[in-house]
């Protein structure tokens, strides 16, 4: 019965915890770049193209205040390093704290995308 219990907890261990990650959006209303990329692609753009392999993408607005869970989680003793610039789109596992891989910036529909795609290939997120 141990045998069997601690293989199932290692195999539920080992399936990554999309449920759990999230693509962080890094968003600030006065930059141009952000809001061509919600005119563009936005929220509801990447959680319905296939691509996104079915996450969530939360939006975090420089010009309110932070949500409460976000606050020691980042920062230099955080897991979420410090943004450089906006728009910042992190990928992020909530359960486990841990930012699994990040990029900068809109360079358009298809610079973007290319950037996802080379997060998918450093398997972050599984196919």
Not at 21 to 37: K, R, S
Not at 56 to 79: C, H, R, T, V
Request: glycine share 12%; with cysteine.
């Amino acid at each position: 019965m141990k045998k069997l219990f601690f293989g199932l907890l290692l195999a539920v261990m080992s399936v990554p915890a999309l449920a759990e990650t999230v693509l962080l959006n890094f968003h600030d209303p006065n930059c141009g770049h952000c809001v061509a990329f919600e005119e563009a692609i936005g929220k509801a753009g990447f959680e319905g193209d296939e691509r996104s392999k079915g996450l969530k993408m939360e939006i975090l607005d420089f010009s309110k205040p932070p949500p409460a869970w976000i606050i020691p989680q980042y920062g230099n003793e955080g897991s979420i390093k410090p943004i450089p610039g906006t728009p910042t789109f992190i990928l992020y596992n909530k359960l486990t704290f841990t930012e699994v891989g990040r990029f900068s910036g809109f360079g358009g529909v298809d610079w973007w995308w290319a950037k996802w795609d080379e997060l998918l290939k450093k398997g972050v997120v599984r196919e």
